[in-house]
């Protein structure tokens, strides 16, 4: 994962990019960002962004989706836990901080007996992802797959992604642990369904 933030003129100074307080987008991440604690790992990185800087950040919790499409027309300048892809490249920096790998996390009572990425794809199991995420390529490649089965659920954060899995809207959810973990012993603590089973997905 990395800070992904707006390019200035080669010549612009950090007096003239800290000159007005900069836009930080934020989203509900688990770890990395708590909407209700306002506290998380990427919290602490601005903390110290700032002190660091002299920058001012102004924070601003939203949807994945629209945290990108907001840097893509200039109106967000910086932006947490972006994932690099060329596109992104285009028309911003990258700086990565973290990193963390996507498991297929699926309810165990969904789960076949024998539970693997080819029994997966096979099944009519459903698997939710949050808008506007991206992950490696090899689970694009199957969130691609499923999407043209109408096996893909969309959610709007990653806590809504995991209320479809803890309500059974559906089997399976795509997520990295040191995120779905605290939401996972969370909802085990509060309901009787049994611990979820994982998998990854592996590369062509």
Known sequence: MALAWLPLPSHASNDVYCSKPL?????EFGVLYRSATLDGIDTRLLDTLEQRTGCAFVRVLMPRARIWAELQNGTMDMATGAIPTPERKTYGFLLPY?????????????APSKLD???????????????????EAAYNAMVDKLNKKD???????????????????VDAVLSQPIVF???LDEANSCHTWPHAVEFPIRSP
């Open 181 to 183: 973990r605290q939401y």
């Open 117 to 135: 990425q080819a029994t997966f794809e096979a099944s009519k199991l459903r698997l939710g992802v949050v808008r506007g995420f991206h992950h």
């Open 151 to 169: 096996r893909i659920v969309l959610a709007t954060d990653v806590a809504d992604l995991m209320r479809l899995i803890d309500r059974g809207v």
């Open 23 to 27: 836009r930080v987008a934020l989203f």
């Open 98 to 110: 973290m990193k963390a790998r996507n498991l297929v996390l699926v309810r165990r009572q969904s």
